[in-house]
Protein backbone atom coordinates (compact mmCIF):
# COMPACT_ATOMS: atom_id res chain seq x y z
CA UNK A 1 0.00 0.00 0.00
CA UNK A 2 2.98 2.21 0.39
CA UNK A 3 3.32 5.18 -2.96
CA UNK A 4 6.02 6.97 -4.21
CA UNK A 5 5.46 10.31 -2.67
CA UNK A 6 5.48 13.45 -4.79
CA UNK A 7 6.47 17.18 -3.96
CA UNK A 8 5.54 20.40 -5.80
CA UNK A 9 6.57 24.02 -5.39
CA UNK A 10 4.33 25.80 -3.14
CA UNK A 11 3.06 28.91 -5.37
CA UNK A 12 1.97 31.52 -3.08
CA UNK A 13 2.49 32.45 0.35
CA UNK A 14 0.39 34.36 2.44
CA UNK A 15 -0.58 35.20 6.08
CA UNK A 16 -3.56 33.44 6.80
CA UNK A 17 -5.47 33.32 10.69
CA UNK A 18 -8.00 34.99 12.41
CA UNK A 19 -11.75 35.20 11.62
CA UNK A 20 -11.75 36.17 8.19
CA UNK A 21 -8.93 34.02 6.95
CA UNK A 22 -8.26 34.13 3.42
CA UNK A 23 -7.15 30.46 1.77
CA UNK A 24 -3.59 30.26 -0.31
CA UNK A 25 -3.51 28.15 -3.17
CA UNK A 26 -1.33 25.40 -2.03
CA UNK A 27 0.28 24.26 -5.75
CA UNK A 28 1.51 25.08 -9.04
CA UNK A 29 -1.96 26.14 -10.51
CA UNK A 30 -2.11 29.63 -10.88
CA UNK A 31 -4.43 31.63 -9.10
CA UNK A 32 -5.49 33.90 -11.53
CA UNK A 33 -8.55 33.22 -12.74
CA UNK A 34 -7.07 31.24 -16.39
CA UNK A 35 -9.84 29.19 -17.52
CA UNK A 36 -8.02 26.14 -17.25
CA UNK A 37 -7.86 26.96 -12.97
CA UNK A 38 -11.49 27.77 -12.78
CA UNK A 39 -12.54 24.19 -14.38
CA UNK A 40 -10.31 22.83 -11.38
CA UNK A 41 -11.95 20.82 -9.07
CA UNK A 42 -10.98 22.94 -5.26
CA UNK A 43 -10.25 21.19 -1.96
CA UNK A 44 -9.02 22.61 1.11
CA UNK A 45 -6.68 21.86 3.98
CA UNK A 46 -6.86 23.35 7.66
CA UNK A 47 -3.50 22.70 9.26
CA UNK A 48 -3.98 22.90 13.28
CA UNK A 49 -1.62 24.81 15.43
CA UNK A 50 0.94 23.31 15.16
CA UNK A 51 1.50 24.11 11.35
CA UNK A 52 3.25 23.30 8.11
CA UNK A 53 7.05 22.94 8.96
CA UNK A 54 6.39 20.47 11.90
CA UNK A 55 7.97 17.77 10.51
CA UNK A 56 5.68 15.31 11.47
CA UNK A 57 1.72 15.56 11.59
CA UNK A 58 0.54 18.59 9.51
CA UNK A 59 3.53 18.09 7.28
CA UNK A 60 2.45 14.29 6.54
CA UNK A 61 -1.40 15.60 5.41
CA UNK A 62 0.33 18.19 3.58
CA UNK A 63 2.12 15.67 1.17
CA UNK A 64 -1.14 13.97 0.96
CA UNK A 65 -2.58 16.56 -0.55
CA UNK A 66 0.19 17.52 -2.69
CA UNK A 67 0.30 14.03 -4.28
CA UNK A 68 -3.20 14.15 -4.73
CA UNK A 69 -2.89 17.55 -6.31
CA UNK A 70 -0.51 16.39 -8.58
CA UNK A 71 -2.12 12.79 -9.42
CA UNK A 72 -6.14 14.01 -9.90
CA UNK A 73 -5.38 17.45 -10.43
CA UNK A 74 -7.23 19.32 -7.74
CA UNK A 75 -6.42 23.14 -7.09
CA UNK A 76 -5.77 22.72 -3.59
CA UNK A 77 -6.09 26.25 -0.78
CA UNK A 78 -4.72 25.87 2.21
CA UNK A 79 -5.16 27.40 5.54
CA UNK A 80 -2.64 27.59 8.81
CA UNK A 81 -4.35 28.62 12.48
CA UNK A 82 -2.84 30.11 14.93
CA UNK A 83 -5.54 29.34 17.60
CA UNK A 84 -8.14 26.85 18.28
CA UNK A 85 -10.89 29.73 18.14
CA UNK A 86 -9.35 30.22 14.41
CA UNK A 87 -11.06 26.11 13.60
CA UNK A 88 -14.59 26.74 12.62
CA UNK A 89 -13.88 30.52 10.73
CA UNK A 90 -10.96 28.45 8.64
CA UNK A 91 -12.56 25.85 7.88
CA UNK A 92 -15.76 28.00 6.76
CA UNK A 93 -13.53 30.08 4.59
CA UNK A 94 -12.28 26.98 2.67
CA UNK A 95 -15.95 25.93 2.04
CA UNK A 96 -16.96 29.75 1.30
CA UNK A 97 -14.60 29.86 -1.30
CA UNK A 98 -15.73 26.58 -3.28
CA UNK A 99 -13.86 23.98 -1.79
CA UNK A 100 -15.70 20.50 -2.77
CA UNK A 101 -13.76 18.93 -0.09
CA UNK A 102 -11.83 20.20 3.24
CA UNK A 103 -9.26 18.48 5.42
CA UNK A 104 -9.32 19.34 9.36
CA UNK A 105 -5.97 18.23 10.53
CA UNK A 106 -6.02 17.18 14.14
CA UNK A 107 -8.19 15.45 16.73
CA UNK A 108 -9.32 19.03 18.19
CA UNK A 109 -10.91 20.26 14.96
CA UNK A 110 -13.57 17.82 15.78
CA UNK A 111 -15.52 20.53 18.13
CA UNK A 112 -15.45 22.84 15.02
CA UNK A 113 -16.25 20.43 12.44
CA UNK A 114 -19.55 19.70 14.35
CA UNK A 115 -19.98 23.31 14.08
CA UNK A 116 -19.41 23.92 10.69
CA UNK A 117 -20.37 20.73 8.69
CA UNK A 118 -24.42 20.58 8.98
CA UNK A 119 -24.03 24.62 7.77
CA UNK A 120 -21.79 22.64 4.18
CA UNK A 121 -24.25 19.43 3.62
CA UNK A 122 -23.12 19.53 -0.19
CA UNK A 123 -19.07 19.82 1.07
CA UNK A 124 -17.29 16.57 1.90
CA UNK A 125 -14.97 17.05 5.48
CA UNK A 126 -12.25 14.69 6.57
CA UNK A 127 -11.45 14.56 10.28
CA UNK A 128 -8.17 13.54 10.82
CA UNK A 129 -7.60 11.88 14.54
CA UNK A 130 -11.31 12.96 15.51
CA UNK A 131 -13.69 10.27 16.68
CA UNK A 132 -16.71 10.25 13.96
CA UNK A 133 -19.64 12.48 14.09
CA UNK A 134 -22.69 10.58 13.99
CA UNK A 135 -25.40 12.00 12.09
CA UNK A 136 -23.23 13.75 9.36
CA UNK A 137 -23.11 12.20 6.21
CA UNK A 138 -20.63 14.36 4.98
CA UNK A 139 -17.73 13.68 7.66
CA UNK A 140 -15.16 11.21 6.87
CA UNK A 141 -13.12 10.40 9.84
CA UNK A 142 -9.42 8.91 9.06
CA UNK A 143 -8.00 7.21 12.36
CA UNK A 144 -5.24 4.88 13.15
CA UNK A 145 -3.81 2.21 15.50
CA UNK A 146 -0.90 4.34 16.86
CA UNK A 147 -0.82 2.04 19.54
CA UNK A 148 0.75 -0.56 17.24
CA UNK A 149 3.62 1.15 15.93
CA UNK A 150 4.07 3.19 19.13
CA UNK A 151 4.37 -1.26 20.72
CA UNK A 152 7.09 -1.55 17.79
CA UNK A 153 9.63 1.02 18.96
CA UNK A 154 9.08 0.78 22.32
CA UNK A 155 9.91 -2.68 22.18
CA UNK A 156 12.96 -1.62 19.96
CA UNK A 157 14.14 0.87 22.72
CA UNK A 158 13.49 -1.67 25.50
CA UNK A 159 16.23 -4.45 23.30
CA UNK A 160 18.55 -1.11 22.76
CA UNK A 161 18.43 0.30 25.71
CA UNK A 162 22.26 0.39 28.12
CA UNK A 163 20.68 2.54 31.32
CA UNK A 164 17.66 -0.19 31.50
CA UNK A 165 15.66 3.19 31.67
CA UNK A 166 13.40 5.10 28.52
CA UNK A 167 11.03 7.71 28.87
CA UNK A 168 8.20 9.62 26.99
CA UNK A 169 6.77 12.88 25.91
CA UNK A 170 3.67 13.82 24.70
CA UNK A 171 2.03 16.80 23.81
CA UNK A 172 -1.53 17.28 24.96
CA UNK A 173 -2.92 14.62 27.33
CA UNK A 174 -5.24 13.30 25.57
CA UNK A 175 -7.03 9.60 25.23
CA UNK A 176 -5.48 9.84 21.44
CA UNK A 177 -2.36 10.69 23.13
CA UNK A 178 -2.28 7.75 25.64
CA UNK A 179 -2.53 5.29 22.51
CA UNK A 180 1.32 6.65 21.87
CA UNK A 181 2.40 6.59 25.64
CA UNK A 182 0.57 2.70 26.76
CA UNK A 183 1.52 0.95 23.02
CA UNK A 184 5.30 1.89 23.67
CA UNK A 185 5.19 1.12 27.48
CA UNK A 186 3.80 -2.06 26.67
CA UNK A 187 6.20 -2.80 23.84
CA UNK A 188 9.39 -1.99 25.83
CA UNK A 189 8.31 -4.16 28.58
CA UNK A 190 7.73 -7.33 26.30
CA UNK A 191 11.14 -6.90 25.11
CA UNK A 192 12.68 -6.23 28.40
CA UNK A 193 10.75 -6.72 31.11
CA UNK A 194 13.41 -4.98 33.78
CA UNK A 195 13.24 -2.09 31.85
CA UNK A 196 12.52 0.64 33.72
CA UNK A 197 9.94 3.18 31.82
CA UNK A 198 9.71 6.90 34.00
CA UNK A 199 6.91 9.07 34.43
CA UNK A 200 5.99 10.08 31.30
CA UNK A 201 6.35 14.05 30.49
CA UNK A 202 3.36 16.63 28.73
CA UNK A 203 4.26 19.53 27.14
CA UNK A 204 0.26 21.00 27.02
CA UNK A 205 1.03 22.28 23.58
CA UNK A 206 1.67 20.86 19.92
CA UNK A 207 4.38 23.82 19.32
CA UNK A 208 6.49 24.56 21.81
CA UNK A 209 10.00 23.03 21.66
CA UNK A 210 11.70 24.68 24.54
CA UNK A 211 9.00 22.96 26.60
CA UNK A 212 9.56 19.59 25.14
CA UNK A 213 13.30 20.05 25.47
CA UNK A 214 13.05 21.10 28.91
CA UNK A 215 11.37 17.81 29.61
CA UNK A 216 12.90 15.28 27.51
CA UNK A 217 16.82 16.70 29.68
CA UNK A 218 14.73 15.90 32.81
CA UNK A 219 14.20 12.55 31.64
CA UNK A 220 17.62 11.83 30.42
CA UNK A 221 18.71 13.65 33.65
CA UNK A 222 17.00 10.75 35.51
CA UNK A 223 18.94 8.00 33.72
CA UNK A 224 16.79 7.44 30.35
CA UNK A 225 18.75 7.02 27.45
CA UNK A 226 16.40 6.88 24.99
CA UNK A 227 13.06 9.05 24.97
CA UNK A 228 9.86 8.52 22.53
CA UNK A 229 7.78 12.12 21.85
CA UNK A 230 4.24 11.85 20.32
CA UNK A 231 4.08 15.98 20.53
CA UNK A 232 3.96 17.13 17.15
CA UNK A 233 6.82 20.62 16.18
CA UNK A 234 7.14 20.15 20.08
CA UNK A 235 8.91 16.98 20.05
CA UNK A 236 11.73 18.73 17.90
CA UNK A 237 12.90 20.01 21.15
CA UNK A 238 13.01 15.94 22.29
CA UNK A 239 14.85 15.18 19.23
CA UNK A 240 17.25 18.30 19.92
CA UNK A 241 17.92 17.67 23.39
CA UNK A 242 18.97 13.70 22.37
CA UNK A 243 21.14 14.78 19.91
CA UNK A 244 23.33 17.47 22.64
CA UNK A 245 22.84 14.66 25.30
CA UNK A 246 24.42 12.17 22.46
CA UNK A 247 22.16 9.76 23.31
CA UNK A 248 18.83 8.70 21.18
CA UNK A 249 15.12 10.21 20.53
CA UNK A 250 12.41 8.28 18.93
CA UNK A 251 10.55 10.48 15.86
CA UNK A 252 6.61 10.01 15.36
CA UNK A 253 4.21 10.58 12.67
CA UNK A 254 6.72 11.43 9.79
CA UNK A 255 10.55 9.94 9.21
CA UNK A 256 12.59 12.42 11.51
CA UNK A 257 15.55 10.12 11.84
CA UNK A 258 17.35 12.57 9.07
CA UNK A 259 16.95 15.76 11.90
CA UNK A 260 19.95 14.22 13.84
CA UNK A 261 21.48 11.29 11.63
CA UNK A 262 22.68 8.53 14.75
CA UNK A 263 20.33 10.31 17.56
CA UNK A 264 16.78 9.29 16.15
CA UNK A 265 16.87 5.24 16.94
CA UNK A 266 13.59 5.38 15.04
CA UNK A 267 10.44 6.91 14.02
CA UNK A 268 6.62 5.96 14.39
CA UNK A 269 5.69 6.58 10.86
CA UNK A 270 1.91 7.06 11.02
CA UNK A 271 0.34 7.40 7.22
CA UNK A 272 -1.54 10.26 7.50
CA UNK A 273 -0.76 10.93 3.77
CA UNK A 274 -2.10 7.71 3.03
CA UNK A 275 -4.87 8.45 4.54
CA UNK A 276 -5.63 11.37 3.12
CA UNK A 277 -4.42 10.72 -0.05
CA UNK A 278 -6.41 7.59 -0.71
CA UNK A 279 -9.83 9.59 0.72
CA UNK A 280 -9.35 12.15 -1.89
CA UNK A 281 -8.71 9.24 -4.31
CA UNK A 282 -12.21 8.18 -3.47
CA UNK A 283 -13.47 11.40 -3.91
CA UNK A 284 -12.05 11.60 -7.50
CA UNK A 285 -13.51 8.09 -8.61
CA UNK A 286 -16.98 8.44 -6.48
CA UNK A 287 -16.05 6.05 -4.14
CA UNK A 288 -16.16 8.82 -0.93
CA UNK A 289 -18.27 7.11 2.26
CA UNK A 290 -18.78 8.91 5.55
CA UNK A 291 -17.63 6.81 8.36
CA UNK A 292 -14.58 6.11 9.90
CA UNK A 293 -11.96 4.51 8.07
CA UNK A 294 -8.87 2.97 9.93
CA UNK A 295 -5.34 2.44 8.90
CA UNK A 296 -3.20 -0.01 11.17
CA UNK A 297 -0.19 -2.21 10.79
CA UNK A 298 -0.89 -4.88 8.35
CA UNK A 299 -2.69 -2.11 6.31
CA UNK A 300 0.52 -0.29 6.47
CA UNK A 301 -0.95 2.86 7.99
CA UNK A 302 1.48 2.76 10.83
CA UNK A 303 4.93 1.55 11.91
CA UNK A 304 8.72 2.41 11.80
CA UNK A 305 11.32 3.93 9.43
CA UNK A 306 14.29 1.40 7.84
CA UNK A 307 16.83 2.23 10.76
CA UNK A 308 19.26 3.58 7.74
CA UNK A 309 20.97 5.97 10.61
CA UNK A 310 20.76 3.51 13.44
CA UNK A 311 21.09 -0.04 12.54
CA UNK A 312 24.53 -0.61 12.93
CA UNK A 313 23.74 0.13 16.62
CA UNK A 314 20.34 -1.55 16.98
CA UNK A 315 22.15 -4.63 15.24
CA UNK A 316 20.57 -7.88 13.31
CA UNK A 317 19.52 -10.01 15.82
CA UNK A 318 17.53 -7.16 17.21
CA UNK A 319 16.08 -6.09 13.65
CA UNK A 320 14.94 -9.84 13.28
CA UNK A 321 13.55 -10.28 16.62
CA UNK A 322 11.63 -7.13 15.71
CA UNK A 323 10.48 -8.53 12.55
CA UNK A 324 8.72 -11.41 14.50
CA UNK A 325 7.11 -8.94 16.62
CA UNK A 326 5.49 -6.97 14.06
CA UNK A 327 3.88 -10.35 12.51
CA UNK A 328 2.00 -10.99 15.81
CA UNK A 329 0.69 -7.50 15.81
CA UNK A 330 -0.35 -8.05 12.44
CA UNK A 331 -1.71 -11.32 13.19
CA UNK A 332 -3.66 -10.01 16.59
CA UNK A 333 -1.60 -12.10 18.77
CA UNK A 334 -0.47 -8.96 20.31
CA UNK A 335 -2.76 -6.15 21.09
CA UNK A 336 -1.07 -3.23 22.50
CA UNK A 337 -2.89 -1.09 25.15
CA UNK A 338 -4.50 2.54 25.04
CA UNK A 339 -5.12 3.06 28.33
CA UNK A 340 -3.89 3.07 31.55
CA UNK A 341 -6.00 0.41 32.72
CA UNK A 342 -5.50 -1.98 29.35
CA UNK A 343 -1.69 -1.22 30.30
CA UNK A 344 -1.92 -2.87 33.59
CA UNK A 345 -4.06 -5.69 32.18
CA UNK A 346 -1.82 -6.53 29.45
CA UNK A 347 1.42 -6.50 31.86
CA UNK A 348 -0.68 -9.02 34.35
CA UNK A 349 -1.37 -11.12 31.00
CA UNK A 350 1.82 -10.98 29.95
CA UNK A 351 3.42 -12.09 32.95
CA UNK A 352 1.02 -15.49 33.82
Same mark, same amino acid.
Given at each position: ?????????????????? &??? @?????????? +???????? @?? @???? $????????????????????????????????????????????????????? &?? $??????? +??????? @????????????? #?????? %????? $??????????????? *???????? =???????????????????????????? /????? $???????????????? /??????????????????????????????????????? #????????????????????????????? /??????? +????? *???????????????????? =?????? %? +??????????????? %??????? %???? *?????????
Amino acid at each position: MRHTLLFVVVAVMAALVG &CSP @QAESGGGAAV +NGSAKTQQ @QT @QIGI $VFDTGGLGDKSFNDSAWRGMQRAEQEFGFKVLKVESKAESDYPSNLSALADQG &CK $VVVAVGI +NMRPALQ @QVAPQYPDVKFVS #IDGEPI %EGSPN $VRTIQFKEEEGSFLV *GYLAGLVT =KTGKIGFVGGQELPLIHKFQYGYMAGAK /TANPA $VTILPAKYTGSWDNQD /TAKVAANVLFGEGADIVYHAAGRAGLGVIAAAKEKGLFA #IGVDSDQDDIAPGHVLTSMIKRVDEGVYL /TLKDFSE +NKWTP *GAVIYDLKADGVGTTDFRNT =KEKIGD %E +NVAKLEQVKAKLESG %EIKPPTT %EKAY *GEFLSGAQK
